[in-house]
């Protein structure tokens, strides 16, 4: 075989082990989160957010989480009820406003679970409509997200509004 042939076989196997090499290593994975509101009515949460997508080690991340009262009631309006984590029914989610969504890294989904992992574990009369009800659920989310949001807003129960301001404080949103 001629010098020259068995350069260019060496050069062409070389090529297609880094062709090989470069389709086997994983897309970079990622998980979509949306955050949404739902206009006042009978069903709750009214705010809440859904993640979507894949993590670096595949697995697939199709999840919803807000936070509201278990039995939802006039008692609501007199002081802290029982309540939990609660993922939303697919037709709830569609029927809702989704304001803006963030691509997340595995160590923010982390984070993101362990904050519905605190939420989920509040000792028990543990939504208050004042203190403690979707809105601060959400707010703890985004926070964890490193996104800005407005300790001292007005919108604590108007989840509409309150991812409005979110969206006005981090322009970048959509």
Same mark, same amino acid.
């Given at each position: 075989?001629?010098?020259?042939?068995?350069? %260019?076989?060496?050069?062409?196997?070389?090529? &297609?082990?880094?062709?090989?090499?470069?389709?086997?290593?994983? &897309?970079?994975?990622?998980?979509?989160?949306?955050?949404?509101?739902?206009?006042?009515?009978?069903?709750?949460?009214?705010?809440?957010?859904?993640? @979507?997508?894949?993590?670096?080690?595949?697995? /697939?991340?199709?999840?919803?989480?807000?936070?509201?009262?278990?039995?939802? #009631?006039?008692?609501? *309006?007199?002081?802290?009820?029982?309540?939990?984590?609660?993922?939303?029914?697919?037709?709830?989610? &569609? #029927?809702? =406003?989704?304001?803006?969504?963030?691509?997340?890294?595995?160590? /923010?989904?982390?984070?993101?679970?362990?904050?519905?992992?605190?939420?989920?574990?509040?000792? /028990?009369? #543990?939504?208050? *409509? =004042?203190?403690?009800?979707?809105?601060?659920?959400?707010?703890?989310?985004?926070?964890?997200?490193?996104?800005?949001?407005? %300790?001292?807003? &007005?919108?604590?129960?108007?989840?509409?509004?309150?991812?409005?301001?979110?969206?006005? *404080? =981090?322009?970048?949103? @959509?």
């Amino acid at each position: 075989m001629k010098p020259a042939f068995a350069h %260019l076989l060496r050069i062409a196997g070389l090529a &297609a082990m880094l062709l090989l090499a470069s389709l086997s290593v994983t &897309a970079r994975a990622e998980v979509s989160v949306t955050f949404y509101s739902h206009d006042f009515g009978k069903n709750f949460p009214h705010a809440f957010f859904v993640a @979507k997508g894949e993590t670096a080690d595949g697995r /697939q991340v199709d999840t919803a989480f807000g936070f509201t009262a278990v039995n939802v #009631s006039p008692g609501i *309006l007199f002081g802290s009820v029982d309540g939990h984590v609660k993922a939303p029914s697919a037709s709830y989610i &569609a #029927s809702s =406003n989704p304001h803006f969504t963030v691509r997340i890294k595995d160590r /923010q989904y982390r984070e993101l679970l362990a904050v519905v992992d605190k939420w989920q574990n509040i000792p /028990q009369k #543990s939504y208050s *409509l =004042n203190k403690r009800n979707c809105v601060h659920f959400i707010n703890d989310a985004i926070k964890t997200l490193d996104l800005k949001t407005n %300790l001292k807003t &007005a919108n604590w129960k108007k989840p509409r509004s309150f991812m409005e301001e979110v969206m006005r *404080l =981090n322009p970048f949103l @959509k």
